[in-house]
Protein backbone atom coordinates (compact mmCIF):
# COMPACT_ATOMS: atom_id res chain seq x y z
CA UNK A 1 0.00 0.00 0.00
CA UNK A 2 1.68 3.09 -1.02
CA UNK A 3 0.29 6.76 0.26
CA UNK A 4 0.98 10.32 -1.56
CA UNK A 5 0.75 12.98 1.23
CA UNK A 6 0.72 16.36 -0.40
CA UNK A 7 -0.19 20.19 0.03
CA UNK A 8 -3.93 20.85 -0.43
CA UNK A 9 -2.98 22.47 -3.35
CA UNK A 10 -1.34 19.61 -5.16
CA UNK A 11 -4.23 17.44 -4.04
CA UNK A 12 -6.48 19.91 -5.66
CA UNK A 13 -5.01 19.65 -8.86
CA UNK A 14 -4.64 16.00 -8.95
CA UNK A 15 -7.94 15.83 -8.23
CA UNK A 16 -8.57 18.20 -11.09
CA UNK A 17 -6.62 16.20 -13.36
CA UNK A 18 -8.41 12.65 -12.66
CA UNK A 19 -11.86 14.21 -12.82
CA UNK A 20 -10.95 15.48 -16.24
CA UNK A 21 -8.61 12.58 -17.73
CA UNK A 22 -11.07 11.60 -20.08
CA UNK A 23 -10.48 15.27 -21.99
CA UNK A 24 -7.76 15.43 -24.72
CA UNK A 25 -6.46 18.68 -23.45
CA UNK A 26 -6.79 20.14 -19.92
CA UNK A 27 -5.74 23.54 -20.27
CA UNK A 28 -3.40 25.39 -17.84
CA UNK A 29 -6.11 28.02 -17.47
CA UNK A 30 -8.95 25.40 -15.99
CA UNK A 31 -5.92 23.60 -13.69
CA UNK A 32 -5.68 27.04 -12.41
CA UNK A 33 -9.08 28.08 -11.82
CA UNK A 34 -9.78 24.66 -10.33
CA UNK A 35 -6.74 24.86 -7.84
CA UNK A 36 -7.15 28.61 -7.51
CA UNK A 37 -10.43 29.40 -7.94
CA UNK A 38 -11.30 33.03 -8.31
CA UNK A 39 -8.10 34.23 -7.20
CA UNK A 40 -6.18 32.41 -10.24
CA UNK A 41 -6.42 35.64 -12.33
CA UNK A 42 -3.76 36.83 -9.88
CA UNK A 43 -1.65 33.74 -9.86
CA UNK A 44 1.38 33.85 -12.19
CA UNK A 45 2.13 31.36 -14.75
CA UNK A 46 5.24 30.46 -13.11
CA UNK A 47 2.99 29.16 -9.65
CA UNK A 48 0.95 26.66 -12.12
CA UNK A 49 4.81 25.80 -13.46
CA UNK A 50 5.88 24.89 -10.05
CA UNK A 51 2.77 23.56 -8.55
CA UNK A 52 2.60 20.89 -11.49
CA UNK A 53 6.56 20.48 -11.13
CA UNK A 54 5.97 19.40 -7.38
CA UNK A 55 2.76 17.14 -8.51
CA UNK A 56 5.19 15.14 -10.78
CA UNK A 57 7.80 14.91 -8.47
CA UNK A 58 5.46 13.46 -5.53
CA UNK A 59 4.10 11.15 -8.19
CA UNK A 60 7.62 9.86 -9.46
CA UNK A 61 8.01 8.95 -5.42
CA UNK A 62 5.30 5.95 -5.75
CA UNK A 63 6.43 4.95 -9.18
CA UNK A 64 3.92 7.28 -11.30
CA UNK A 65 6.65 8.53 -14.01
CA UNK A 66 4.83 10.81 -16.69
CA UNK A 67 1.22 10.41 -15.23
CA UNK A 68 0.62 13.80 -17.13
CA UNK A 69 2.06 15.48 -20.19
CA UNK A 70 2.55 19.14 -21.01
CA UNK A 71 2.15 19.99 -23.98
CA UNK A 72 3.82 23.45 -24.96
CA UNK A 73 1.66 26.46 -25.00
CA UNK A 74 -1.58 24.20 -24.98
CA UNK A 75 -1.95 22.51 -21.82
CA UNK A 76 -2.13 19.27 -19.94
CA UNK A 77 -3.11 15.79 -21.21
CA UNK A 78 -3.16 12.38 -19.36
CA UNK A 79 -1.03 10.04 -20.70
CA UNK A 80 -3.31 7.23 -22.60
CA UNK A 81 -1.10 4.69 -21.11
CA UNK A 82 -3.16 5.13 -17.79
CA UNK A 83 -6.73 5.16 -17.75
CA UNK A 84 -8.40 6.91 -15.05
CA UNK A 85 -11.58 6.19 -14.11
CA UNK A 86 -12.64 9.12 -10.76
CA UNK A 87 -15.72 6.85 -10.05
CA UNK A 88 -13.35 4.60 -9.01
CA UNK A 89 -11.80 5.71 -6.40
CA UNK A 90 -13.26 5.17 -3.04
CA UNK A 91 -13.98 8.14 -0.91
CA UNK A 92 -11.76 6.88 1.83
CA UNK A 93 -9.16 6.53 -0.46
CA UNK A 94 -8.57 10.34 -0.32
CA UNK A 95 -7.96 11.63 3.17
CA UNK A 96 -7.85 15.58 3.93
CA UNK A 97 -5.66 16.78 6.68
CA UNK A 98 -5.44 20.51 8.16
CA UNK A 99 -2.29 22.01 7.65
CA UNK A 100 -0.21 22.21 10.23
CA UNK A 101 -0.91 26.51 9.49
CA UNK A 102 -4.10 26.17 10.59
CA UNK A 103 -3.23 25.08 14.15
CA UNK A 104 -0.75 27.58 14.33
CA UNK A 105 -2.99 30.54 13.75
CA UNK A 106 -5.81 28.92 16.08
CA UNK A 107 -3.30 28.68 18.70
CA UNK A 108 -1.65 32.44 18.08
CA UNK A 109 -4.61 34.50 17.93
CA UNK A 110 -5.75 33.93 21.60
CA UNK A 111 -2.05 34.12 22.32
CA UNK A 112 -1.89 37.56 20.37
CA UNK A 113 -4.95 38.87 22.36
CA UNK A 114 -3.70 37.57 26.12
CA UNK A 115 -0.27 39.87 24.99
CA UNK A 116 -2.91 42.93 23.83
CA UNK A 117 -4.71 42.59 26.74
CA UNK A 118 -2.16 41.93 29.42
CA UNK A 119 0.08 45.22 27.31
CA UNK A 120 -2.92 47.24 27.96
CA UNK A 121 -3.20 46.12 31.31
CA UNK A 122 0.27 46.25 32.47
CA UNK A 123 -0.11 50.00 34.10
CA UNK A 124 -3.05 48.68 36.50
CA UNK A 125 -1.02 45.48 37.46
Known amino acids: KKVLKVTLMRARCLSYLFENAYKKLITREMISHAVWGERSQFVSDANLT ?4 LLRRDLQQIGLFELFVTLPRQ ?5 ERFIIDAADIPPQAIQYHTHRCNKIISIGIPTLFLLIVLFFLAPFI
Open 50 to 53: QLLY
Open 75 to 79: GIKID
